[in-house]
C-alpha cells in the first residue's frame, strides 16, 4: 500500500490507496474527527482533482502503520495535558502537592463507576489526597472480592477513613446491559451483582409504556443499585465492625450527568 495525508475538501485525512484495488482509496479521518480511526473505502474518482493535487506526495504507509500512528498521538495528548498540568494546577498548589509527597489521609472513600464521564475530582470539587478511590463497572461491591477487600481493609485499618461512599450516576452502561443478552465471557458474571435492583425496580413498575417511563425506570435502578451495593458493603466484616465502633459512616450518592448535580440518596 501506498498512502499520503492532507486534506480532502475541508476534512483532514489520510488516503491510502491499495495495490490490489488501485482505483480506490482508503480514507481515515484522523484525531479529534467522529470516525478518527475508522477506515473506508471510497471511489477514487469521488475525489475532485483540486482535492486530490492538495495532497501531499503518497510514501508508502500500511493501515497497520497508520494505526499506530493514531495510538502515538493520543499517549503524545496525555503527556502534553501533564505538561500542562505542571506548569499550571501542580505550580499554582504547590504547597499541596509537596505535602502529599509526604503520604496521604484521605478522610473518604470512594467506591465508583469506570464509566470515563466521571471525574471523580471535578464532579466532588475536591483536591488531590481527599479521595482514596476504587472504580469499577457499575460501582459494584461484590462478595468475597480481593480487590475490594484489599481496598476496605488498606482504607479503614491503615489510611483511617472517616466516610466510605458508594456512588452510581445517570445513563449507565451497566444498568442498562442488565436487559440484555450478552455473548461476553466476563460482563454478564460481573453484571450479576446489580440483578436485584433490577427485579426490585420492576416489581414496582409493572407497565413500561413510554420511552420517559423507561427513563425513570433505569434512574429507579441505578439509584438502587447504590442500596443494594451498602447493603454488600455491610457484609464485609471490616466494614461492619468499623461501622458498629462508629469509626466510619457509609453514605449512597449519585450524580446526573445532564445536570452536574451530586446527590444524597443514602
Not at 481515515?28 to 477514487?44: D, R
Request: proline share 4%.
Amino acid at each position: 500500500m501506498v498512502g499520503a495525508e492532507g486534506f480532502y475538501g475541508r476534512r483532514k485525512s489520510a488516503v491510502i490507496f491499495s495495490e490490489s484495488h488501485s482505483d480506490r482509496f482508503f480514507w481515515a479521518g484522523l484525531s479529534g474527527k467522529k470516525n478518527a480511526g475508522c477506515f473506508s473505502i471510497i471511489p477514487k474518482h469521488s475525489i475532485d482533482p483540486q482535492s486530490q493535487q492538495r495532497l501531499p506526495e503518497y510514501a508508502p504507509q500500511s493501515a497497520e502503520a497508520y494505526e499506530t500512528q493514531e495510538i502515538q498521538r493520543m499517549i503524545d495528548k496525555l503527556l502534553k495535558g501533564n505538561e500542562k498540568f505542571r506548569n499550571t494546577t501542580f505550580k499554582d498548589h504547590n504547597e499541596l502537592y509537596s505535602e502529599l509527597v509526604k503520604g496521604q489521609q484521605p478522610p473518604v472513600l470512594w467506591i465508583g463507576c469506570s464509566d470515563s464521564r466521571l471525574q471523580t475530582g471535578h464532579i466532588t470539587g475536591t483536591q488531590a489526597g481527599t479521595l482514596f478511590m476504587h472504580r469499577n463497572i457499575g460501582n459494584m461491591v461484590p462478595a468475597n472480592d480481593w480487590s475490594l477487600a484489599t481496598v476496605l481493609e488498606y482504607g479503614i485499618k491503615h489510611l483511617k477513613v472517616q466516610h466510605i461512599v458508594i456512588c452510581g450516576h445517570s445513563d449507565c452502561g451497566a444498568i442498562k446491559a442488565l436487559d440484555k443478552e450478552l455473548d461476553d465471557v466476563y460482563v454478564p458474571n460481573w453484571l450479576n451483582n446489580a440483578i436485584e435492583a433490577k427485579k426490585r425496580v420492576d416489581d414496582r413498575i409493572k407497565n413500561i409504556s413510554t420511552p420517559l417511563v423507561q427513563k425513570e425506570r433505569s434512574r429507579m435502578i441505578e439509584q438502587e443499585n447504590v442500596r443494594l451495593q451498602i447493603e454488600h458493603l455491610r457484609t464485609y466484616p471490616i466494614v461492619a465492625k468499623a461501622e458498629k465502633e462508629k469509626k466510619i459512616q457509609i453514605h449512597g450518592m449519585y450524580y446526573d450527568l445532564e445536570t452536574g448535580a451530586l446527590t444524597k440518596i443514602v
